[in-house]
């Protein structure tokens, strides 16, 4: 069977219009503006603006490669202006490219496409965690990595850094910095005692496009360089606790610690001589002349102290 002339065209006059009726109808709907896809802390979400001049109900719908995969289906349907993807990262190391296309009824807009994102490289880093603890006239500083949600922070920038910003509340404007600091705790050292200071932290990890959204400012509050005045009166109570105490048991313990004291050797008849002769200084005997007290006594027995071969002690009267 052979086709004549006219009828050719009439089928491609007839192709030509089903083709404009097919665009009309996809293209009746302008598409989404400003695609683009973003990431905090490794996740990964396509954004896109309405199209211009759009009724509001409009649904649009997803996908997303990388350049190992062809593209998958994200949200459809979705009426938001974003869509998470992150379900569909392959690989955190991976480039990633958006598309989304807006639809209402029977109409749809034409698919439109991000820019490729390399997500360990372009993700941003949320705030860090920051604690304060006062110790004194010195602030300790605690850090706490912002949780990723693939993999972590550590082991996508492993030479990530801290730069601490503080400054007292009262003076806003005098900053003062420590830059390049790897471990997660610092002491400020130097601060006046009984002042307020505010601290902010920044993650700086060189491989990442830009540092880390600043923690939310922390205060704290020093105290002062020394104890409070009360920590000094309860060590000397308990010093004086101890020393009366030690007392108490001394003269509780009195005998064994004379027994313990006096040997049993024998003084020497001379130094025995010197020791019993009367003394001579007027004090001494003007003590004598006195009541004699208990202490007196025991003093005496002291002196005496000494004992005869059968161990009796040997008691000499005042
Ligand atoms: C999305 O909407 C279109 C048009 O209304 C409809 O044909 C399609 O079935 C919907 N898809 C889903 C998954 O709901
Ligand atoms: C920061 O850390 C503190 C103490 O561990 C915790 O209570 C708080 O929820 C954390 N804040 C954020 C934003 O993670
Ligand atoms: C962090 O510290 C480094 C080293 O001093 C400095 O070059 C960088 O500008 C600081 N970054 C920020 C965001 O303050």
């Given at each position: 069977m052979l086709l004549t002339d006219n009828m050719w065209s009439c089928v491609c006059a007839l192709i030509l219009a089903f083709a404009?009726?097919?665009?009309?109808?996809?293209?009746?709907?302008?598409?989404?503006a400003n695609v683009q896809l973003t990431s905090t802390n490794m996740n990964l979400v396509l954004r896109w603006d309405p199209p211009a001049g759009a009724p509001?109900?409009?649904?649009?719908?997803?996908?997303?490669?990388?350049?190992?995969?062809?593209?998958?289906?994200?949200?459809?349907?979705?009426?938001?202006?974003e869509c998470d993807l992150t379900s569909l990262v392959i690989s955190i190391y991976g480039r990633y490219t958006g598309r989304v296309k807006a639809r209402r009824g029977a109409q749809s807009s034409e698919w439109v496409l991000s820019e490729e994102f390399v997500l360990d490289k372009q993700t941003s880093i949320g705030p860090?965690?920051?604690?304060?603890?006062?110790n004194r006239a010195n602030l300790e500083v605690s850090i706490k990595d912002p949780v990723f949600v693939k993999s972590t922070l550590r082991e996508?920038?492993?030479?990530a850094t801290y730069n601490i910003t503080y400054w007292k509340k009262e003076q806003k404007k005098e900053l003062k910095h420590i830059n390049g600091l790897q471990q997660n705790r610092v002491v400020l050292h130097s601060l006046d005692p009984w002042t307020e200071y505010c601290v902010q932290v920044q993650v700086i990890a060189s491989a990442a496009q830009k540092p880390s959204m600043p923690s939310r400012v922390v205060c704290a509050s020093t105290t002062g360089e020394k104890e409070p005045p009360w920590v000094g009166a309860v060590v000397a109570f308990f010093v004086l606790a101890g020393v009366v105490a030690l007392v108490v048991?001394?003269?509780?313990?009195?005998?064994?610690f004379s027994h313990f004291l006096c040997p049993k050797y024998a003084i020497p008849d001379h130094f025995k001589k010197s020791l019993l002769a009367p003394p001579k200084s007027s004090m001494y005997l003007a003590m004598q002349t006195s009541q004699p007290v208990e202490e007196f006594s025991d003093q005496i027995s002291v002196v005496m102290c000494s004992r005869s071969e059968d161990g009796s002690l040997q008691q000499t009267a005042g």
């Open positions: 404009a009726h097919c665009t009309v109808v996809s293209g009746v709907l302008s598409s989404p509001g109900d409009l649904l649009y719908t997803t996908e997303l490669k990388s350049t190992v995969s062809q593209f998958n289906p994200g949200c459809v349907n979705t009426s938001a202006l860090p965690n920051v604690s304060l603890h006062s996508i920038f492993t030479s048991l001394v003269v509780y313990y009195w005998r064994s």
